[in-house]
């Protein structure tokens, strides 16, 4: 049996198009390849970026703003000497891209301008920190991306 053109393209469209919907059912039904979110509260959050910008603006100001050291009890937050213990509330949030499941939040307990985050809730590898911190009515946000 001789095969043409047209037929040829015609099984060279049906292969291809096999070979994608089999990548797509793949992705979809494998638990592997998990899809969510980065946070669930995603467009609550979204509502709140200006403030967010405002309190970075404000850290930015600070003539020191927060420095981490990682020790061997864990990460150690260092905080504005020039600030009151007392006077700084608020709270640590770290997000691990690679498991969600890792993610926590810490409130805010300053003893002698330190915070440690132990080491019994980190995992090796890439966190982002999220501090969001007052002191005196003034809000102070301080993000970054950090290998442990």
């Known amino acids: 049996m001789k095969i043409n053109w047209g037929t040829g393209i015609v099984i060279a469209f049906i292969c291809f198009i096999s070979f994608i919907m089999y990548f797509v059912i793949t992705m979809v039904t494998n638990d592997k390849y998990n899809h969510d979110l980065v946070v669930e509260d995603y467009y609550k959050q979204e509502l709140n970026f200006q403030n967010d910008i405002n309190k970075e603006k404000n850290a930015k100001t600070l003539a020191e703003n927060i420095k981490w050291q990682q020790t061997p009890d864990g990460l150690l937050l ?71």
């Open 78 to 148: 260092k905080f504005p000497s020039n600030f009151k213990d007392g006077d700084i509330s608020g709270t640590v949030y770290m997000y691990r891209p690679s498991n969600k499941t890792l993610d926590f939040n810490l409130p805010l307990e300053i003893n002698n301008h330190h915070f440690l985050i132990p080491n019994s809730k980190l995992v090796e590898g890439r966190w982002n920190i999220k501090i969001d911190w007052n002191h005196n009515s003034s809000n102070y946000l301080f993000k970054e991306s950090i290998s442990y």
